[in-house]
C-alpha cells in the first residue's frame, strides 16, 4: 500500500514538473515574440503580416 501512494505521488511530481516546463517555454516563447516585434520597424512587421496573408490565400488588398 505504502509502494503504491509513493508511486502516486511520484507520478504527480512528474506531470507537475512537465506542466512548469510547458508553461515556462510558453512565457519565454511568448517574451521573444513580443520583444522581437516591439524591438523591429513597422514595416518589418506589416511585410511578416503581408507576406503570411498572402501565405494562406488570404486577399488584403
Same mark, same amino acid.
Given at each position: 500500500?505504502?509502494?503504491?501512494?509513493?508511486?502516486?505521488?511520484?507520478?504527480?511530481?512528474?506531470?507537475?514538473?512537465?506542466?512548469?516546463?510547458? &508553461?515556462?517555454?510558453?512565457?519565454?516563447?511568448?517574451?521573444?515574440?513580443?520583444?522581437?516585434? &516591439?524591438?523591429?520597424?513597422?514595416?518589418?512587421?506589416?511585410?511578416? &503580416? @503581408?507576406?503570411?496573408? @498572402?501565405?494562406?490565400?488570404?486577399?488584403? @488588398?
Amino acid at each position: 500500500m505504502a509502494q503504491t501512494k509513493a508511486a502516486d505521488h511520484t507520478a504527480v511530481v512528474q506531470i507537475r514538473a512537465t506542466q512548469v516546463v510547458q &508553461a515556462s517555454l510558453a512565457a519565454l516563447l511568448g517574451i521573444a515574440l513580443f520583444v522581437g516585434v &516591439a524591438l523591429s520597424s513597422p514595416t518589418a512587421v506589416h511585410n511578416a &503580416a @503581408h507576406d503570411s496573408r @498572402h501565405g494562406i490565400s488570404v486577399p488584403c @488588398h
